[in-house]
């Protein structure tokens, strides 16, 4: 408690107490949360690992599907091909709740432009592109499902953190502040209760000492 003066009077010592009642409670709920979002982070970081193990697999598949595609055909029939597709896509962003964080949930919405249509002629392409396309649009879902979780993992993270500095600053610097200044109070507040004692047995002596030599 260097450099910071404390009065050592009853009021204060019922007020650091009280302060510090709260804080060991505060400190016992923030290592819960910490736990808790520990716990929760460990579970997206296994749905991430699985995840994108599956869209690396999609995106290898639609790669080499497309490398092939550009093999057999010409880079200028292969750009006019992919010029008009058949579906748009809409992403709308909405948000879910995580132990008192925000994190994102991700909706993907498609629309046919084109219904009667196919995005490109089959007589100029070849079959290649086909499976390109089938591999690329299946692994999309994937690909947004693993935005979603890396985002949220990434918040969760940032909130372990925070929550770790508030744990030790509690464990280690506030709640050992209050423990020395209760002890030094209450250290005082028995001192000044000895004094005030011999104070009184002396005086008591006194009296004692001019009532004997009153009768004398």
Known sequence: MAG?????TRMELTRLKAKQKTALRGHKLLKDKRDGLMKQFMQEVRRTRQLRKRVEEGLAQANAAFTVASAVMSPE????????????????VDQRNIMSIAVPVFHRAEQETQPDLACYGFAQTSGELDDAVDAMSSVFQDMLRLAEIEKTSQLLAEEIEKTRRRVNALEYVKIPQ?????????MKLDENERGNTTR??????MVLQDAHHYKS
């Not at 029939?77 to 709308?92: D, F």
């Not at 209050?178 to 209450?186: C, D, F, G, S």
């Not at 009184?200 to 002596?205: F, I, R, T």
């Open 4 to 8: 910071k003066t404390i009065n050592p």
């Open 77 to 92: 029939m292969l750009e006019q091909a992919l010029m008009a597709p058949r579906l748009s896509t809409e992403v709308t």
């Open 178 to 186: 209050m423990e020395e200044a209760i002890q030094y109070i209450t």
């Open 200 to 205: 009184l047995m002396k005086v008591k002596d």
